[in-house]
């Protein structure tokens, strides 16, 4: 059955970029252990693939045939990321990155963190890019906005009570 991603496929796969200051904080892949988490159609993962292990986490399975097509190195791994059961098959990892996969119309931020935190080793670190857009009350109705955007305090609460972090937040 198809999910709210794979109707939004084209936008997942084509039309979503890389930020360049998501890859400015990224350290050097080589050699890591890494996963895309929310990888969608693969492209942060398949631009690590050249010089780390990567693995790809994300509940679309039509997105991540996509991405298995372009990259078949890549270990990409179909399940709720929020799920003990998704994330059994990766190993301790050096880094987790995330380009805007995480929601509130679809994420419990705090199980989010706390898979993180159980998978990434002592020394490991974890990139995230979310968007917590708190001054948008003019743009978007509230109830749109709140379903759809952490607050800043809801990111720094969440990873805080594990990490001793310095969030990056756009």
């Known amino acids: 059955m198809p999910t709210t991603f ?8 084509n039309k979503s970029g890389i930020p360049s200051a998501l890859l400015d904080w990224l350290p050097d892949p080589s050699g890591l252990q890494i996963l895309d988490l929310g990888c969608a159609g693969g492209r942060l993962a398949i631009s ?7 693995f790809g986490l ?5 997105l991540l045939k996509q991405a298995q097509e372009h990259n078949p190195t890549i270990q ?3 399940g709720d990321f929020q799920s003990p059961d ?17 929601r509130q119309d679809f994420c419990n931020l705090f199980k989010v963190a706390e898979l993180c935190h159980k998978h990434t080793k002592p020394d490991g670190m974890i990139l995230l890019r979310i968007q917590a857009m708190e001054d948008l009350s003019d743009v978007l109705p509230i ?11 809801d990111v720094i609460e969440s990873f805080g009570k594990f ?3 310095t969030i990056h937040i756009e």
């Open 6 to 13: 794979d109707k939004h496929k084209e936008y997942w796969t």
């Open 48 to 54: 690590l693939a050249d010089k780390a292990t990567v």
């Open 58 to 62: 994300d509940y679309s399975a039509e």
């Open 76 to 78: 990409f791994i179909c």
């Open 86 to 102: 998704a994330w059994s098959q990766i190993p301790p990892l050096d880094l987790i990155v995330s380009n805007c996969a995480l």
């Open 143 to 153: 109830e749109i906005r709140e379903s759809l955007l952490f607050t800043k305090s």
């Open 163 to 165: 990490f001793n972090v």
